[in-house]
């Protein structure tokens, strides 16, 4: 069965700091990978989403980036946290290049910048 | 781009209850989740539903993709059903869900 990873859980840090965040899926080939952000108390944004290696697509400028180094690894990134960038990050995945599937999250990543 | 929105923002009940929950959407849709954010923070899929009804349980739910609703039915509900409760639809790209802003369920024993 397919399972999808996601860490750290939480994570607090500095402003300025830069921010790495993984994502992996399991049990399943040239998934489309998702990263969302959830502000507190407010829906889901789309913020990066990959349909294949080295295949980004942004929804939002932001001072964040996304990466897929491989098939099944999605990592989102910052060079310098800002205040505003605090949040749920939720990593999701669906089945490779089909319209209307179902997708999947991962357990999320709470991030407080302070 | 397509817009989805939830109703209501926030429900009350008291443990025992039935309610509905609906989600209108701008567009025609090849996809429809409905979610389930507990506690901590996860999204629990309830259903996969493009059209027609689904039950699982206690929660049934309906999508009448041709009027651009869908419909979520929790009935006897319990202390564990309260979160937010998400309805998502693929955006018309169909590269990924969006979401509306939820609706947030208290229920009391």
């Known amino acids: ?114 | 781009g397509i817009q989805v929105e939830q109703s209501p923002p926030d429900l009350i009940l008291q443990e025992g209850a039935n309610s509905t929950l609906r989600c209108n959407f701008s567009d025609s849709v090849n996809n429809l989740q409905w979610f389930h954010q507990n506690p901590w923070g996860q999204l629990i899929n309830l259903f996969y539903i493009p059209s027609g009804t689904k039950q699982n349980g206690r929660l049934s739910a309906t999508t009448v993709a041709t009027e651009r609703y869908s419909l979520l039915y929790i009935s006897s509900s319990q202390t564990t059903d309260s979160g937010v409760y998400f309805c998502a639809v693929v955006n018309q790209a169909g590269t990924a869900l969006i979401f509306g802003k939820g609706t947030t369920l208290s229920v009391s024993s």
């Open chain 1, 1 to 114: 069965s397919q399972t999808i990873h996601q860490w750290p859980a939480t994570l607090v840090q500095p402003v300025g700091s830069p921010l790495s965040l993984e994502c992996t899926v399991e049990g399943t080939s040239n998934p489309n990978l998702y990263w969302y952000r959830q502000a507190a108390g407010r829906g889901l944004q789309l913020l990066f989403y990959s349909v294949g290696i080295g295949q980004i697509s942004s929804e939002v400028p932001q001072n964040l980036s996304a990466s897929r180094p491989q098939d099944r690894q999605f990592i989102l990134s910052s060079k310098k946290l800002l205040l505003s960038d605090s949040g749920f990050y939720l990593c999701a995945w669906s089945v490779m290049g089909s319209l209307g599937t179902e997708a999947f999250f991962g357990q999320g990543t709470r991030l407080t910048v302070v």
